[in-house]
């Protein structure tokens, strides 16, 4: 066990130490009174559950009469920070989460003491020492929210650089097995994969996209595209501390791959369409699991006149693309066989690289049109009760579809659409309700499809009813401010975040004011708390007992990305 000190957490690179860490703490723990309750529920994985709804339906601590009572715990530093959603267990008081300058942390997050640290560079560096165009695209670090197996001690991530599933021991933070899904050079996991028993279904993405625009400057060229996306079943054999791949299903058929390309042009094929966000949902009642997939990057020369004839179609209207090309696609799975048993797709052709955004246009390494990069950046959240699945669009459109037949049930625009978002990372919904964060990234102005609503020329916080779609309430986040955050249900309580607009002189940005918590009224987004905070933020927010769990700070590779120092935070609400 290791006491934080009042210094940051340095990279890792081969060091086998973590060095630790700035903390305050102050508060102590009780009890909200009440009649008995049922235990509260881990929140594991990305999702909180196997339904990746992000709803903390078992804690009744936390709500609208304590929430602004939140106080800092403790707050510990790292390099580039942390994002990805805490994965909590109440029953041990423990939290797990990675961090964006290479470990995976084990803390105590009533005495605020590290219990273990795994050091993620070392992993990645012991599969393979990284390419120099890996070094310069991808992170050896890990980007997933913790799958936690309570039964038989077991932790489960997976790592940027490699795309590998690792397993290890929850108690010490050994590692039990490491296995490379992908093997593409610039493949990564940043799906938080879901566990049935002694499975995690996970999917992966890559980061190909832009390695044509960033890899030339810095003086590697690269000739994009190669990468095609994958949803996988892999199983973990504890007696033998073994993985293996039960199935894979490719998001574009290998018989496409090679019949609809003409030449060696690599330009001239199909290829992308990655599972990126969130964590995918399991459907125990028809023993399916649910992805949803990005946009293509490349189209074969053959289809180039699909990509202009899709401008103004719908999806349905869109039938120069193959419909067994997977891009911008919800894929229910058998969780057993990996047969598709359906597969939606929600947008016309959009084949898109980073370089289709060059001026004047790359026309060479994008030769489509009308590529808008409208993927989906999350998994579906599954409604058991209604049946329901809702997934949110970079279009800026939220979808509802039937789980059993995936025919479309309705369909609602809450925002304008970028390729950033839009709707990207995640919703959170319960059994009435979803909860979304329109990005909005360009401050486009629009107006709620809400009786008398205001337009709003910025990001907002919004709600959506899950019998027809329609817009409950939507809320602008603060003037000057944005938020890329993905909510949190937790009471009647949504928890969500915001950072300055301007994010283009980090640290100094905006010192007065650079990000915030925020926590709304669940039932009309009433403005309940801003918690400011130190840096960028659009971390993932979980929640235990009476204490919220967060990180800031943000790291982006490639050359000319801002990156952001930032901090694990641990609140407390009184009790």
Known sequence: MMQPSNTSV??????????????????????ASGPPRLAESAWTGWGGNALNNRWASTNHFIGSKNIASASLHCKLDFPFGVSATPATVSSTSMTYFPTWNGSYIALDYKSCRIKWAINVTRIVHDFAVPSPEQTIMLHPASRTSAEIDLDNNVLYFGTQTHALIVAADLS??????????????????????????????TGVSSMEETAGWILPLSNRPYACCSF?????????????????????VPTIPKSRTTTDTT?????????????????????????????????????????????????????????????????????????????????????????????????????????????????????????PP?????????????????????????????????????????????????????????????????????????????????????????????????????????????????HNRNMTAEPDYDANDPAGLVALGRRTGRELLDFKLGTFFQGGISVA???????????????????????????SVDG
């Open 10 to 31: 340095q990279p890792l690179i081969l060091s086998a130490v973590v060095l630790l860490l700035t903390l305050t703490c102050n508060g102590s723990a009780s009890s």
């Open 172 to 201: 010490t933070g050994k590692i039990l097995a490491v296995k490379q899904l992908h093997t593409h050079p610039l493949a990564v996991l940043t799906t938080s994969g879901t566990r049935v028993g002694d499975t995690i279904y």
């Open 228 to 248: 095609i996306g994958a949803a996988l079943a892999v199983r973990f054999t504890r007696e033998t501390s073994t993985f293996s791949i039960l199935w894979t």
């Open 263 to 383: 030449n060696s042009n690599p330009t001239d094929r199909w290829t992308g369409a990655g599972i990126w966000g969130s964590q995918p949902p399991i459907d125990h009642t028809h023993e399916q699991v649910f992805f949803a997939t990005g946009n293509l990057y490349t189209v074969p020369t053959a289809y180039l006149p699909c990509t202009v004839a899709s401008l103004n179609q719908t999806a349905e209207e869109n039938t120069c693309l193959p419909p067994d090309i997977w891009q911008e696609t919800v894929l229910a799975i058998n969780m057993r066989s990996g047969r598709v048993n359906w597969a939606r797709r929600l947008y016309r052709l959009d084949a898109y690289v980073g370089l289709c955004d060059a001026v004047p246009p790359n026309t060479t390494a994008c030769p489509q049109a009308n590529a808008v990069d409208y993927d989906f950046g999350m998994a579906p959240t599954l409604i």
């Open 386 to 498: 209604l049946g329901l699945l809702v997934v949110g669009q970079k279009s800026g459109v939220l979808f509802g579809l039937d789980a059993v037949t995936g025919t479309t049930r309705w369909s609602t625009s809450v925002g304008p659409g970028t390729a950033a978002g839009g709707l990207s990372w995640g919703m959170a919904a319960d059994h009435t309700h979803v909860y979304f964060t329109s990005i909005n990234l360009f401050n486009a102005p629009y107006t709620p499809p809400i009786p008398n609503a205001a337009v709003i020329s910025s990001a907002a916080y919004g709600a959506a009813s899950l019998a027809d779609g329609h817009v409950v309430w939507e809320r602008a986040v603060r003037p000057g401010m944005a938020s890329r955050c993905f909510p949190t249900i937790v009471g009647d309580v949504i928890l969500t975040g915001r």
């Open 545 to 571: 007992g009476r204490y919220v769990f967060f990180g800031t700070g943000y790291k982006v590779r490639g050359t000319g990305f801002q990156t952001y120092n930032g901090s694990f935070y641990v609140l």
